[in-house]
Nanobody
């Protein structure tokens, strides 16, 4: 079984910064893609950013230029550096690990973290 544990959320003023971390633990041979999603109150969960095992990245238009995703493959950890935060960034942020294999020949599985709250005050 694989677990994802997020940390780093909190309350920050508009214009401030936060750094989220998500560590995957358990039987892990490889993780294809890691990413971040968020869900604001009353809204559907939306994709924020993703990074492949080879560190190729993509971002949602709403966070491009303000957020930076990175990962440490040795630690099975993904980070999200969030700068110039806006009140509309307020949401629960979820970590996702896609294409996780525990052993050679295993089928791939996807996992989600429990979420961490980010609140940006105006």
């Amino acid at each position: 079984q694989v677990q994802l544990v997020e940390s780093g959320g909190g309350l920050v003023q508009a214009g401030g910064s936060l750094r989220l971390s998500c560590a995957a633990s358990g039987s892990i041979l490889s993780i294809n893609t890691m990413g971040w999603y968020r869900q604001a109150p009353g809204k559907q969960r939306e994709w924020v950013a993703m990074i492949t095992a080879f560190h190729s990245t993509k971002y949602a238009d709403s966070v491009t230029g303000r957020f930076t995703i990175s990962r440490d493959n040795r630690k099975n950890t993904v980070y999200l550096e969030m700068n110039s935060l806006k009140p509309e960034d307020t949401a629960v942020y979820y970590c996702n690990a896609a294409g996780v294999r525990g052993e050679i020949g295993d089928s791939a599985h996807d996992y989600w973290g429990q979420g961490t709250q980010v609140t940006v005050s105006s």
